[in-house]
């Protein structure tokens, strides 16, 4: 494992029980992190049937798990498409622990990914898509980046995309403009930081067991009158290792970009897919 003992994580997005956020935080405080996670409140009746039956509480469940297992760990209600909550967060954060090392911009808005044909795609759903997996992505690393540079430890923003903002995904709506955004600002922003000593990479997944990646596989399905199971096989079939992803994988990924085991990356995009792509 990495040694990222005194750091202090921000992940984003992370109040899913079956979510890549959780399965990063774990990872990283494992690894000797403080970790701050953040996410949007959800109404219970919200909350997916595997939630609801443990009592899932979101972020405040999340930072709970942590701190039992002896980690520092912070939640902070925040929706990263508003301005003025993330600029609080990061104070926040600056009053709590003094520092920022680590930013993990994982919050994402699924949108209608696998069943929105563009021409069917509605604005609301467009503008709502572009604000939380771009503006969002946006705003954290410019307010969480400053502190990081006011600090002066150097440090390390991992962005999360997806293998729709490799290669253009038919029915992916704005979900694929999105991320190939989400690629393209990480080259911006790792030339912009590149010799102050904060290195700026991105991890593009392929297919994870999560809660987002359950629903995409229910719209497709629902889209293409496929029997249950059907889209799910067929996925798996299409990955060379013949399965989905854990979290935990995911997590590893970006626990190496997070460390001083990858002080000569940036810019990167780096898949973690199963051999789905080769780019």
Same mark, same amino acid.
């Given at each position: 494992m990495s040694n990222l003992t =005194?750091?202090?994580?921000?992940?984003?997005g992370a109040a899913?029980?079956?979510?890549?956020?959780?399965?990063i935080a774990h990872r990283?405080?494992? =690894?000797? +992190?403080?970790?701050?996670v953040c996410g949007r409140q959800r109404a219970p009746e919200h909350l997916p049937a595997n939630e609801q039956e443990i009592g899932w509480n979101g972020i405040d469940s999340l930072a709970a798990e942590l701190r039992e297992q002896g980690?520092?760990? !912070?939640?902070?209600? @925040? =929706? &990263?498409?508003?301005?003025? !909550?993330? &600029? #609080?967060? /990061?104070?926040?954060?600056?009053?709590?622990?003094?520092?920022? =090392?680590?930013?993990?911009?994982? +919050?994402?808005?699924?949108?209608?990914?696998?069943?929105?044909?563009?021409?069917?795609?509605s604005e609301e759903v467009w503008n709502n898509t572009i604000d939380v997996n771009i503006n969002g992505v946006f705003l954290i690393s410019k307010y969480g980046g400053r502190f990081m540079l006011e600090c002066g430890h150097g440090g390390s923003i991992v962005m999360i995309a997806s293998l729709a903002g490799r290669v253009g995904l038919a029915d992916y709506g704005a979900y694929c403009a999105s991320?190939?955004? &989400? /690629?393209?600002?990480?080259? !911006?922003?790792?030339?912009?930081?590149?010799k102050t000593g904060i290195r700026v990479n991105c991890? #593009?997944?392929?297919?994870?067991?999560?809660?987002?990646?359950?629903?995409? /596989?229910?719209? +497709?399905?629902?889209?293409? !009158?496929l029997p249950d199971g059907a889209f799910k096989q067929a996925i798996e079939d299409f990955i060379p290792m013949g399965r989905m992803g854990a979290p935990s994988?995911? +997590?590893?990924?970006?626990?190496?970009? @997070? #460390?001083?085991d990858? #002080?000569? /990356?940036?810019g990167q995009t780096i898949n973690s897919d199963g051999g789905s792509r080769l780019d």
């Amino acid at each position: 494992m990495s040694n990222l003992t =005194d750091k202090v994580a921000l992940i984003t997005g992370a109040a899913r029980h079956r979510g890549l956020g959780r399965a990063i935080a774990h990872r990283l405080a494992a =690894d000797g +992190a403080s970790i701050v996670v953040c996410g949007r409140q959800r109404a219970p009746e919200h909350l997916p049937a595997n939630e609801q039956e443990i009592g899932w509480n979101g972020i405040d469940s999340l930072a709970a798990e942590l701190r039992e297992q002896g980690h520092k760990a !912070q939640a902070i209600v @925040c =929706d &990263v498409t508003d301005k003025d !909550q993330v &600029v #609080s967060m /990061i104070e926040q954060i600056k009053a709590e622990f003094g520092r920022l =090392d680590i930013i993990v911009n994982n +919050a994402g808005d699924a949108s209608n990914a696998g069943s929105s044909p563009i021409f069917e795609t509605s604005e609301e759903v467009w503008n709502n898509t572009i604000d939380v997996n771009i503006n969002g992505v946006f705003l954290i690393s410019k307010y969480g980046g400053r502190f990081m540079l006011e600090c002066g430890h150097g440090g390390s923003i991992v962005m999360i995309a997806s293998l729709a903002g490799r290669v253009g995904l038919a029915d992916y709506g704005a979900y694929c403009a999105s991320k190939f955004g &989400v /690629i393209g600002f990480t080259q !911006q922003l790792a030339l912009e930081l590149a010799k102050t000593g904060i290195r700026v990479n991105c991890v #593009s997944p392929g297919s994870h067991s999560t809660d987002m990646m359950d629903g995409t /596989i229910g719209r +497709a399905s629902e889209k293409h !009158q496929l029997p249950d199971g059907a889209f799910k096989q067929a996925i798996e079939d299409f990955i060379p290792m013949g399965r989905m992803g854990a979290p935990s994988e995911l +997590a590893g990924v970006v626990a190496f970009l @997070c #460390s001083d085991d990858s #002080s000569f /990356i940036t810019g990167q995009t780096i898949n973690s897919d199963g051999g789905s792509r080769l780019d």
